[in-house]
């Protein structure tokens, strides 16, 4: 049985992971510095914790922006590139078992791959711009505040309705499909006397919401609704998956959040060598 290692080259963190067949056997990740040192890094950090030496790692699986600027053999092994699109696609059926879904994949920005056939098709179908990079950027410039977990653990201390207008605000009840609750305009509703912690649940929601919507018009179109499987960095920040995941209730869609999300990219580029060297 064969044995691949996927590295996923990010722009602040690179991710691996060791894959036998379907089975995750380690995982790890480090802040991304030159990508050679850190894929170099990550390789002998994970034979180390599996106790085995880099001749029973059978082919290193490489995806990412960052993947371009690596050479065609690390240390002796053979390198494969993947595009990150096939790989995140890959990496969202391979974790929830599926055989077709809208895997949107939450990194600095979002991007929506519909999965057909148990990998066989794979077709990015669009995105947006909104995304980690947006939490970042809104949370640098309105809070002055540049680390994720801080912004989360003040997200959850706020709340969101106090800096959204809702529709219930501007028309007094529901309209069309709209609940009351329901978000009008984001950050519509901010005063001078907004609390940093409001503001942090309404940036929060602002991405939650942007994200959720987007991808449930894009699912419904490709009769993906009960199929949507979340991947990525984002997909493991509690505060924006619950904004995500009310609003997919309120349309009736249903949201899937593997195990190790933030390893979907890793996982999918392994899986895709290991199909093809087996």
Avoid: W
């Avoid at 179908?125 to 410039?141: A, D, E, F, M, R």
């Amino acid at each position: 049985m064969k044995t691949a290692v996927g590295i996923d080259v990010g722009g602040s963190t690179t991710k691996a992971v060791v894959l036998r067949d379907k089975k995750i056997l380690k995982v790890s990740e480090m802040p991304s510095s030159d990508p050679l040192a850190t894929s170099i890094g990550l390789l002998g950090k994970l034979v180390m914790m599996m106790g085995c030496s880099l001749n029973d790692i059978d082919v290193i699986a490489m995806a990412g922006g960052r993947s371009r600027q690596l050479p065609e053999n690390i240390l002796g092994l053979r390198v494969v590139k993947v595009d990150e699109i096939t790989a995140a696609g890959t990496g969202g059926i391979v974790l929830t078992g599926l055989d077709e879904a809208l895997v949107v994949s939450m990194g600095t920005g979002t991007a929506l791959i519909e999965v057909r056939e148990n990998g066989r098709k794979i077709r990015h179908v669009g995105g947006t711009g909104v995304g980690g990079g947006t939490l970042l950027g809104l949370s640098k410039k309105i809070l002055g505040i540049s680390n994720i977990n801080l912004l989360m653990e003040m997200a959850e201390k706020g709340d969101s309705r106090k800096v959204d207008l809702t529709v219930g605000d501007i028309v007094g009840g529901g309209i069309g499909i709209l609940s009351p609750d329901m978000t009008a305009s984001n950050l519509g509703k901010v005063g001078d006397t907004s609390s940093q912690e409001d503001l942090a649940a309404g940036i929060v929601n602002l991405v939650g919401e942007v994200v959720s919507s987007v991808s449930y018009l894009a699912a419904s179109k490709l009769g993906l609704e009960d199929k949507i499987v979340l991947v990525g960095r984002v997909a493991t920040l509690h505060p924006v998956l619950k904004s995500i995941q009310r609003v997919f209730l309120s349309f009736g869609a249903k949201v899937i959040i593997p195990e190790l999300p933030e390893y979907a990219v890793a996982v999918g580029a392994a899986y895709r060598v290991l199909t093809e060297i087996t």
